[in-house]
């Protein structure tokens, strides 16, 4: 019967190009990033004593709201048309709209007179996509939130809205616009502290000399070189909303920011814990390597030293040369040649043994 191999799984790249922009294009000439989700949206209005919540219609999208805030959730942005005339009908700049469309950006944040503009990036605690991307754009009574696919990220924010948990009913956009931010921060703590313990048990598995640990800390290095790329942006970006005379955002928010910042700067410290620790366990694991490459070495260097004269002596007395000769070596007649060839090699291998315990060259380490 016929054995089937069995196929390596395919390696997923790291960066799968999400951009699709050609060369030369304006901002009126947007593109659907590549598998982009269905474009969805959600409307949640809410003041005080009104709350409405659930799927919106292009019609309710327009609206430009002059009571309660607005909260437009725009999930998935395949439909290029239809996000062009939110744009439009809520004053969003064609170049933050472009900004939108085109994934991977550097986390930031545009302030102008009457409206300001985030853009953020969060990571899945499970793995999975590298980075998402999520923009902001706030006005006195409306935030826009646009996001690549469906996730959990806005849920508790928007379960504190249903609830009537906080004062988030009875402030302004500019709070649900720190709420929103504070809920992207904190999605940050799961996967830093998921990567927390993935090096725990590396480098658990590093002192116990296993193999085949390059990977998983290369792995684990190339996340924390992510969210760093991410992470620091994201501080300048809250710091400098903090130190610019924003109107949008009222002195009574001003501190809920702050502890947003300082949920980043948090972050940064524990992700720059981890990158030396994830340094020092790659260098401790190619160290280790290394140490057992060279026993494993010693031992092969001793058994050779040890069989080198015994291999002489045996191809020596393994030519056949004429014994009627006196010069052809007489020995290969004596009656006890063979003892006696077998007692000169255990007397050389037993005294190179000797000789080598006492260098202290046999305190070889046991190899796993």
Same mark, same amino acid.
């Given at each position: ?94 170049? %933050? /709209?472009? @900004?939108? &469309?085109?994934?991977?950006?550097? #986390?930031? !944040? +545009?302030?102008?007179? =009457?409206? *300001? ?61 720190? %709420? /929103?931010? @504070?809920? &992207?921060?904190?999605?940050?703590? #799961?996967? !830093? +502290?998921?990567?927390? =313990?993935? *090096? ?51 002195a009574e928010t001003q501190p809920y920011l702050r502890d947003a910042y300082d949920h980043t700067l948090r972050l940064a410290d524990m992700v720059e814990t981890h ?77 190179l043994l000797l000789a080598f315990r006492r260098r202290g060259w046999l305190n070889i380490e046991r190899i796993e």
């Amino acid at each position: 019967m016929a054995q089937t191999q069995k196929k390596k799984p395919a390696r997923q790249r790291r960066n799968a190009p999400r951009i699709r922009r050609r060369v030369g294009a304006t901002p009126a000439d947007l593109q659907a990033p590549i598998g982009a989700s269905p474009t969805e949206l959600r409307l949640t209005t809410y003041g005080p004593s009104d709350l409405y919540t659930g799927p919106a219609t292009l019609a309710e999208a327009l609206e430009v709201p002059t009571g309660p805030v607005r909260w437009l959730d725009i999930v998935g942005l395949s439909d290029v048309p239809v996000l062009e005339q939110i744009a439009a009908a809520h004053g969003i700049h064609p170049l %933050a /709209l472009e @900004d939108v &469309v085109n994934l991977d950006q550097r #986390p930031k !944040v +545009e302030t102008y007179a =009457d409206h *300001l503009f985030l853009i953020l990036n969060l990571f899945e605690p499970q793995g999975g996509a590298d980075r998402e991307q999520i923009a902001i754009f706030a006005t006195a009574s409306m935030v826009i939130t646009f996001r690549e696919r469906p996730g959990p990220w806005f849920d508790l924010v928007r379960a504190r809205i249903e609830a009537d948990r906080g004062r988030i009913r009875r402030a302004g956009t500019d709070y649900l616009v720190y %709420a /929103l931010v @504070d809920a &992207v921060v904190d999605h940050y703590f #799961p996967v !830093v +502290e998921g990567l927390g =313990d993935r *090096l725990d048990a590396l480098e658990d598995a590093v002192h116990e000399g296993k193999s085949g640990l390059l990977e998983p800390l290369g792995a684990v290095r190339h996340r924390l070189r992510q969210l760093r790329l991410t992470l620091w942006p994201t501080r300048d970006a809250l710091a400098s909303l903090m130190r610019q005379d924003v109107p949008l955002i009222r002195a009574e928010t001003q501190p809920y920011l702050r502890d947003a910042y300082d949920h980043t700067l948090r972050l940064a410290d524990m992700v720059e814990t981890h990158r030396d620790s994830a340094a020092n366990l790659f260098e401790a694991h190619l160290a280790l390597s290394g140490q057992k490459l060279n026993e494993i070495m010693k031992v092969l260097t001793v058994l050779s030293t040890i069989f080198l004269p015994l291999s002489f002596i045996a191809s020596l007395y393994g030519m056949n040369f004429d014994r009627e000769s006196p010069w052809n070596m007489p020995e290969l007649g004596w009656r006890l040649g063979y003892p006696f060839a077998l007692l000169l090699m255990g007397g050389i291998a037993l005294g190179l043994l000797l000789a080598f315990r006492r260098r202290g060259w046999l305190n070889i380490e046991r190899i796993e």
